[in-house]
């Protein structure tokens, strides 16, 4: 399996392909999957116009996975039509530039449950300047949901953007560590703990990516992350 990134230019070489394995995720029947598939390729156009935008792909003899994002604008119109006040903390970062957006990821069906999508989101952000990614599910795709919750996203709001499209959850993650570290962070200092408390404390085996976080038996989320 190669992860790389792309350049502006290598997603619009891809674009079709990316369209391609953007279907083959879904099950729907030809009349949803050609309407998916261009209005993914008309999301794709605008987002690969944005400053910024990164996209990393994954490859074994095919396309099977990617995911892209970019730096959420300072003026904060990536947070417009926002339910409430944002929270300050995080109205502060967008006006600094230190906010990232994951605007999309999708994962071929024979790839899931193989932490696949749990590397691409790692190294998609692991070389991001900003200090917070954020991102909008579609407040019914309750399987994408869970996964980000097990990956340490904490929802904040919801967002309304207009009465055709669904109400989407706004959901962000502090940047500075993969997932691996946090997790290693949090054994050594229970690890600490314990043996403070006069505990034995044995080494915890080594699990396959995605299953210490407990989404091992969840489906991958796909491309229906809202970026706008």
Known sequence: MILRRLNRWQVEE???DLADLHVESYDTSAG???EGREEFLGRLAEDVQRPGLTMLIAEATTLVGCAYGYPVARDGSWWEGF????PQNIEQLTASGHVFAVAGMVVHPHE???GLADRLQDHL???CPAS???TLLDRSDRAAIDVFRAWGWQEIGRVHRSPEQAVLRALVRPLGETHTDRAVGTGERRGRQQRQAGQDVLPAP???PGAERGYAGAPAPSSRVWGR
């Open 132 to 134: 917070l990614a954020a």
């Open 206 to 208: 080594r699990s396959r």
């Open 125 to 127: 952000l692991a070389k």
């Open 112 to 114: 899931r449950h193989l």
């Open 14 to 16: 891809l674009r079709e």
């Open 32 to 34: 949803e999957e050609f």
């Open 83 to 86: 339910d409430g006040d944002l």
